[in-house]
């Protein structure tokens, strides 16, 4: 395998990743909490999962369309 492969399956995983922990926020934002608290602490932590899933997919994409060039 080139590493051009393995930074396209990398980059597919990771937006896979964002993906799920996107529509796992939706959901729970959905959702009628009884508790507030609980449930904006579980939203900022799945927030800020997102932003990291994203930036790391962000990130891998340069990496990938680099190494297939070459």
């Known amino acids: 395998m080139?590493?051009?492969?393995?930074?396209?399956v990398l980059v597919l995983v990771s937006a896979f990743a964002?993906?799920?922990v996107l529509f796992v926020g939706v959901l729970s934002m959905g959702r009628?909490?009884?508790d507030g608290t609980a449930g904006a602490s579980r939203s900022n932590r799945l927030m800020v999962?997102?932003?990291r899933l994203q930036l790391i997919t962000v990130l891998l994409i340069p990496l990938w369309?680099?190494?297939s060039r070459a």
Do not use: H, I, P, S
């Open 49 to 51: 999962w997102r932003v």
């Open 32 to 34: 009628d909490e009884a």
């Open 2 to 8: 080139t590493l051009a492969n393995v930074l396209f």
């Open 65 to 67: 369309y680099l190494a």
């Open 18 to 20: 964002t993906l799920v």
